[in-house]
């Protein structure tokens, strides 16, 4: 198991595991969507950002991007841009495409976009690639304190 998953069940968290075949090297959230039969509306992406002030985590959907500015207003700061990918992968303990919010290095402040509301369940990574937890938007918020705001993009 992954510490993700040994957190969540640590937390006694209400949740889900899907695992699929992840033969992907980008866009793997249209990839988990693909292989688990879900819309991409329905599975988040883990996105690192970092400003001034620090990293910030954005879980926006796989169907959309993440507003920086919108984000960065969420999280109280004043400017954030993308992470370079190794650098999100030393500091979350993660490899990218496997990216989990949950049991990260170091918590950081985690904005997850609104429309996760619209869904009884919602799937990010549980910390490798080819495994998704599905979870409430609500039980994100509650396990990792995160903030709720409007910072997606539908492109999809």
């Known amino acids: ?3 993700a998953i040994l ?8 949740f889900t595991l899907f695992q699929y075949d992840c033969t992907a090297q980008d866009d793997f959230g249209a ?4 292989q688990l039969g879900v819309p991409l509306t329905r599975v988040f992406k883990t ?3 970092e400003g001034d002030q620090g990293a910030v985590v954005a879980l926006v959907p796989s169907s959309g991007k993440v507003n920086l500015k919108q984000l960065a207003k969420a999280a109280g700061v ?19 495409g496997g990216i989990s919010p ?3 290095k170091k918590r950081l402040t ?9 869904h009884d369940t919602v799937l990010v990574s549980g910390g ?4 998704s937890v599905g979870l409430s938007a609500q039980e994100i918020e509650r396990l990792l304190k995160a903030v709720v705001a409007p910072i997606a993009e539908q492109t999809a």
Do not use: W, Y
Not at 85 to 90: I, L, T, V, Y
Not at 128 to 131: A, D
């Open 31 to 34: 990839h988990a969507a693909a």
């Open 110 to 118: 985690t904005v997850i976009d609104t429309s996760a509301c619209n």
């Open 1 to 3: 198991m992954t510490p």
């Open 102 to 104: 949950f049991a990260q």
């Open 47 to 49: 996105l690192l950002t």
């Open 78 to 96: 004043k400017k954030l841009e993308m992470m370079p990918p190794q650098k999100a992968e030393r500091l979350t303990g993660f490899k990218v």
């Open 128 to 131: 490798k690639r080819g495994l």
């Open 7 to 14: 957190f969540l069940e640590k937390q006694k968290a209400a």
